[in-house]
């Protein structure tokens, strides 16, 4: 009894060590095909401040992340005010509350305006990680991102004095300015749109994923890595790759065309190129695609599959893909919705 009893942990033992190995050897078959966690801890805010710099924010100011900084970008990131009607904020098509976007196919903005190119709104989560922003990629950082929609006739409708002009009314707003930046600082609409960044740079959702390529096997079930293993042999990370599997400019629809290509007159830049979207958080963005028409992941993966790479995923294989992307679904920063001082009489009226 006790020989049989001690052969079976034998058995055991050999299979855990063995299981272990796979996963070792995936963890390195995943960063060998170009997959990266995200930093964390003193690496993570190095690299935040970096990429402040590196992307010119805040001109002349040299930005520190400070948390005086980040509080008063979070502010400008949730108010409606910025809008020329004082109804639309970055958080209306980027909703933190909804995995950084909003979960309808075409970005909606002033006067209920549909995107005219029926593009859907990326999510804001880890865009820090993206090499460029926007779907055609015109935008190399955070800082001008934050500019574009602000003008869009459709998406805020303001203009950039008409912001200024709006955020130097409230006394509050100047006084944290100040705080932010020095007594001397010029409120710009540069500035704004900078102090933003700096806010999203901070909205970064590491998950069990970034633990399992630090090196934790237990962090992925044996479903996920098989889903893992899956995505890397079919060949997905061509594309989706790097800290933020994604967040490049790739050709679109390379071996036959996109289904949907028709909804919409979006063609990328150029070139043909469009951003690859992150795989980050999946789970939460839906409808997927620049223009938003599939709702189940599961069928954009197949769609991928034949319109990238020219295979047949699956129902199965697009269903261990599924199961992997479970594992992407990370931590989010938690967020105080900031309360936002009062207008003066100074400050201009909201035009419908």
């Given at each position: 009894m006790k020989k049989t009893a001690l052969i079976g942990s034998v058995i055991t033992f050999c299979a855990i060590n063995?299981?272990?190995?796979?996963?070792?050897?995936?963890?390195?078959?995943?960063?060998?095909?170009?997959?990266?966690p995200?930093?964390?801890?003193?690496?993570?805010?190095?690299?935040?401040l970096q990429k402040a710099k590196d992307t010119d924010l805040a001109t002349g100011y040299n930005p520190k992340m400070t948390q005086a900084q980040i509080e008063l970008g979070k502010k400008l990131y949730f108010d409606p005010r910025i809008s020329s009607s004082n109804l639309i904020s970055c958080n209306t098509c980027h909703n933190l509350a909804l995995g950084g976007v909003d979960v309808v196919p075409v970005a909606i903005g002033e006067k209920?305006?549909?995107?005219?190119?029926?593009?859907?709104s990326p999510t804001v989560y880890n865009s820090v990680f993206n090499s460029v922003q926007f779907w055609d990629g015109r935008a190399f950082h955070l800082g001008d991102q934050a500019q574009g929609p602000i003008q869009n006739p459709v998406e805020m409708a303001a203009t950039p004095k008409l912001v200024v002009e709006k955020i130097t009314s409230i006394p509050a707003y100047v006084d944290e300015f100040k705080k932010a930046y020095g007594n001397k600082v010029k409120i710009d609409f540069k500035l704004i749109g900078d102090t933003i960044a700096m806010f999203e740079e901070t909205l970064v959702t590491p998950s069990r994923y970034d633990d399992f390529l630090n090196g934790n096997p237990k962090a992925l079930s044996k479903q996920e890595q098989e889903g893992l293993n899956t995505f890397i042999d079919k060949?997905?990370?061509a594309c989706h790759n790097g800290i933020n599997l994604g967040g490049t400019m790739q050709?679109?629809?390379i071996v036959k065309p996109y289904e949907f290509a028709n909804v919409g007159d979006f063609k990328g830049d150029a070139n043909g190129m469009v951003k690859v979207p992150t795989l980050r958080n999946?789970?939460?963005t839906m409808p997927y695609f620049h223009n938003g028409q599939y709702w189940d992941v599961k069928d954009a993966i197949k769609e991928m599959g034949a319109i990238q790479l020219g295979i047949t995923i699956n129902d199965q294989e697009a269903k261990k893909i599924e199961t992997f992307f479970q594992s992407l679904t990370g931590t989010k920063p938690t967020i105080t919705y900031p309360v936002l001082a009062p207008v003066t009489d100074k400050t201009p009226k909201p035009i419908f």
């Open positions: 063995a299981f272990g190995a796979i996963n070792q050897e995936l963890i390195q078959k995943a960063k060998n095909s170009g997959l990266q995200i930093p964390s801890g003193k690496a993570l805010a190095a690299y935040q209920w305006q549909p995107n005219p190119h029926h593009l859907n060949g997905c990370i050709p679109f629809g999946i789970a939460e």
